[in-house]
């Protein structure tokens, strides 16, 4: 889309739709500080600076270096984020829930998170740049998910081995490992998508491509599910399957991929829930939740989150009313627990309908493109936000067993945050085409 053909309001709309957010999100701190304290405290109009210079920031970051994108994107992280940022101040500090002041690095991972989004947007000046890239950006994903088996640098936390230590710095780097995969396979499948469209051979009813051609996904897909078995991060490992899955389905329009993978998520779940204590712990939680035996122990967390949001009602408690400290780690696997209780079905509902407005942005991008590793790209990476986001609210709400998982610009933790900006940069590098910079330069040539 040239830049003269782009709809001439999208600026404005976007910047309008930034106030909202920081209106809210800034109404959501004051909200919870009147909740807990009974007045604003001196921290609150701190914070709602801090936040306008975010926002405005990554506004005018998008209005500079990709002014065609789409104009919903930022606004929608941005609020998601807000209301998050205003949960976890509400959470912490409190013995129960967080044994520290959360809230303060917490900022700081979001100014990391805006840093990491503006640059996204000024290195990758064109998406397709990314093509060129395909097996050294995989290796990099995979790379990223073996970090934390290297001795001396691997951290165990909550029983899973998902942390890499350096120094005072202390970061999960699957999270930045999931965006690679994604720009791996949206350039290896559209480059092979063709043959493996064609499928001359059969698995039992299934008709699939030659294993040669199969090969780099799946071996990709090994890897992953190896590590982060051995990893005992169960969420990561149906994060990282339902990606493969689904972009192979996106790039051939082949059903079969879809029921073989299908057929392969029951297979690993019965091998997984037989031979892995967690897992079968996790299926155990999810089924007897709420038995008197099971909610004292290993249910207990599960079972405040659904205390908590019972709790809540239609309209909630209010923000800063409820008792979501209750829930162990709520700022983590259970904001959208605490989010329940605090905001009712109102709120929970309108949380899950600024995803479906995210995710569906992303889907609308992708049919935009002319191309196929734009279609790919921006569907692929739709995919991850949409897939993390119903894994962890599909385990509050016991609709699947719980993961340890982020839910998505919402949840406290630096690397998700990070790794969350830098996708929603490659969205609206994509929605938007080349920078301002490289269309004039092509036109020159041109």
């Known amino acids: ?213 199969l090969g780099p996904v799946l071996v990709a897909w090994g890897v992953s599910l190896v590590i982060l078995f051995v990893q005992k991060d169960i969420g990561a490992s149906l994060l990282y399957f339902g990606i493969f899955v689904l972009m192979l389905w996106l790039a051939t329009a082949r059903g079969a991929y879809l029921s073989l993978g299908i057929v392969l998520f029951a297979i690993g779940a019965v091998i997984g829930a037989s031979q892995f204590g967690h897992v079968e712990s996790r299926i155990d939680i999810r089924l007897h939740a709420l038995d008197p035996q099971i909610v004292q122990d290993e249910g207990y967390q599960l079972a405040q989150a659904q205390f908590a949001m019972a709790t809540g009602g239609i309209a909630g408690s209010g923000l800063g009313q409820g008792l979501p400290t209750y829930i162990p780690f709520a700022y983590t696997d259970f904001m959208f627990a605490a989010l329940g209780e605090e905001l009712g079905l109102f709120g929970s509902v309108g949380v899950l309908l600024l995803f479906v407005v995210l995710i569906g942005r992303g889907f609308r991008a992708a049919l935009d493109q002319s191309e196929g590793f734009g279609k790919l790209l921006a569907a692929g990476l739709a995919t991850v936000l949409g897939v993390q986001a119903f894994i962890i609210i599909g385990g509050v709400t016991r609709l699947i067993p719980l993961t340890g998982i982020t839910l998505p610009f919402v949840s406290y933790g630096g690397s998700s945050l990070v790794a969350n900006y830098v996708i929603l940069a490659l969205l609206i590098r994509t929605s938007a085409g080349p920078a301002p910079s490289l269309r004039a330069r092509e036109g020159v040539g041109g």
């Open 1 to 213: 889309m040239s830049e003269a053909a782009a709809p001439r309001g999208r600026p404005r709309v976007q910047l309008a739709l930034t106030v909202l957010a920081l209106v809210l999100a800034s109404g959501a701190y004051a909200l919870v500080s009147l909740g807990r304290t009974g007045g604003i405290t001196p921290d609150v109009p701190l914070v709602a600076g801090l936040l306008l210079a975010g926002y405005l920031s990554g506004h005018l970051l998008v209005r500079r270096l990709a002014p065609t994108a789409d104009p919903v994107f930022f606004p929608v992280a941005s609020l998601l984020t807000g209301l998050g940022f205003a949960m976890i101040y509400r959470l912490g500090p409190d013995l129960r829930t967080a044994p520290q002041n959360i809230a303060l690095p917490q900022g700081i991972w979001m100014t990391v998170a805006l840093v990491a989004f503006g640059l996204t947007l000024w290195l990758v000046k064109d998406h397709r740049q990314l093509d060129a890239f395909t097996y050294t950006i995989g290796l990099v994903g995979i790379a990223l998910l073996l970090l934390p088996l290297v001795p001396g640098l691997g951290r165990t936390v909550n029983g899973a081995q998902l942390w890499v230590e350096i120094g005072p710095l202390r970061f999960q780097p699957s999270e930045l490992g999931k965006v690679a995969v994604v720009v791996f396979l949206a350039s290896y499948l559209n480059a092979k998508k063709e043959i493996l469209q064609l499928a001359p051979g059969r698995l039992g009813p299934f008709q699939l491509p030659q294993a040669r051609h």
